[in-house]
């Protein structure tokens, strides 16, 4: 008789053995996060509205990271979603092999090493380029610059180049209670910070059974255009854009 086969590369091993407990207990309202495409290296586990965790697969063992301060109330409708890029950061210099970084505004960790990164504006030749990163120098206070040094050459980065990592992102939704601004909150694992995110056009306040739901993965590019002046709020003109047919 066969037998379906549904473990997650995150969570489980080819083998049977003891792996590390979650830290704390569980609690209502209480989730976990992973990455759609089984490619990421954490998972999320939300213990609390002030108290979180990565999984980190790789070594087997949980980070307590730092708090969402997710509002207003913490329970059941609460859910988050997993996307492979980080936010967008904007580099101060480099060279043909580096990228440099204000360490003040953008204080990235070590977790970006070994990471993909994509430049996504500036430096006209090196837009849409991937490149991988192998090292990185860092200040130990955040002054300085971060220095991330790449696999291969690309046109000299310049100054307010910007780009992205494959370092992901966990998207965070408490829907518990009217929502407010800390209600919907994003956590950049490179970065190590949480930013608060727009709630305008969501219901005052969701349901019990909530989910977040992303059609983006890693692999996935989107194209881009400009909406004419004649849109509406319920209509997108698109003239002037060429399409390919399918």
């Not at 988050?80 to 580099?91: H, K, N, Q, V």
């Not at 991937?130 to 050459?153: F, V």
């Not at 009217?178 to 994003?186: G, H």
């Amino acid at each position: 008789m066969s037998e379906a086969q549904n473990n997650k590369p995150e969570l489980h091993r080819k083998e049977w053995q003891t792996m590390m407990p979650a830290p704390t207990t569980t609690a209502a309202g209480g989730f976990i996060v992973k990455g759609n495409g089984n490619i990421s290296r954490f998972v999320m586990y939300i213990a609390s509205a002030t108290v979180h965790y990565l999984y980190d697969h790789r070594n087997d063992d949980w980070i307590q990271i730092a708090s969402g301060a997710l509002s207003p109330a913490f329970g059941a409708g609460a859910c988050g979603i997993y996307t492979a890029w980080s936010g967008t950061f904007t580099a101060n210099g480099g060279s043909t092999t580096t990228v440099s970084v204000n360490a003040a505004t953008h204080a990235l960790n070590g977790f970006a090493v070994g990471q993909t990164i994509e430049f996504l504006s500036g430096t006209a030749a090196n837009i849409g380029l991937r490149r991988t990163i192998l090292s990185m120098t860092s200040p130990n206070l955040a002054t300085g610059n971060i220095i991330l040094t790449l696999d291969s050459a690309v046109t000299s980065v310049a100054n307010n180049d910007t780009f992205r990592i494959s370092s992901g992102r966990f998207w965070i939704l408490e829907a518990t209670g009217t929502l407010v601004a800390a209600s919907y909150r994003v956590y950049d694992v490179c970065a190590g910070t949480w930013t608060s995110r727009e709630i305008t056009g969501l219901p005052a306040a969701l349901g019990t059974d909530g989910k977040l739901w992303t059609p983006g993965t890693f692999g996935v590019s989107y194209d881009t255009g400009t909406a004419a002046a004649t849109s509406s709020t319920t209509a997108l003109d698109c003239t002037g854009k060429t399409w390919i047919a399918d």
